[in-house]
C-alpha cells in the first residue's frame, strides 16, 4: 500500500522531510519504512499541494494521551524524497471530482484529503498511487 501525506512543508525542495505527530484516517496508521510517500504541501499552510515522492525510512507511533477518550492515532515519520512533482495538483485542480462513489484516482483523493481540510497520512489506492506518479 501506498501513502499521502498532506502537511505544513517548510521547503518542497528538501532532500528528507521529517513529520512528527501527524494525524492518520484511511488506513494511514499502517505507515511503515520502506513505503512510497507522496507529500502534499497543504494549502492550509500556504503550500501548493502535491511537491514530492518518496521513501518512508522511519514511522513510529505516537502514544496517545491519557485522560482524552477519543483520539485519532498519530505517527512521526521521516521521508527521503525521491522525485520532485513536475506539475501542480491540488485542491484546485481535485476539487471538480466530488462524486465519491465514482472510483476515480482523482475522487479518491479529493475525498481523502480535502472533504475534511486536516493535515494527515492517508493510506491510498493502487490506482491513486499509479494516477501520482505520472506527475513525476
Known sequence: MAFAI??????????????????????????????????????????QGLVAR???TSAAAVAKKRGIARQTP?????VKRTKLAKQ???RNELKRFA??????PQTE??????????NKIVGISDEAAAFLNKFF
Open 6 to 47: 498532506k502537511v505544513e512543508v517548510q521547503d518542497p525542495r528538501a532532500k528528507a522531510f521529517a513529520f512528527l505527530a501527524q494525524k492518520t484516517m484511511y488506513g494511514g496508521k499502517h505507515i511503515t519504512a520502506g513505503d512510497t510517500i507522496f507529500v502534499f504541501a497543504s494549502e492550509n499552510e500556504g503550500g
Open 54 to 56: 518518496g521513501i518512508v
Open 109 to 118: 483523493l479529493n475525498f481523502k484529503f480535502y472533504r475534511q481540510a486536516t
Open 99 to 104: 462524486d465519491w462513489d465514482d472510483g476515480q
Open 74 to 78: 498519530r505517527v512521526s515519520v521521516t
Open 88 to 90: 501542480p495538483l491540488g
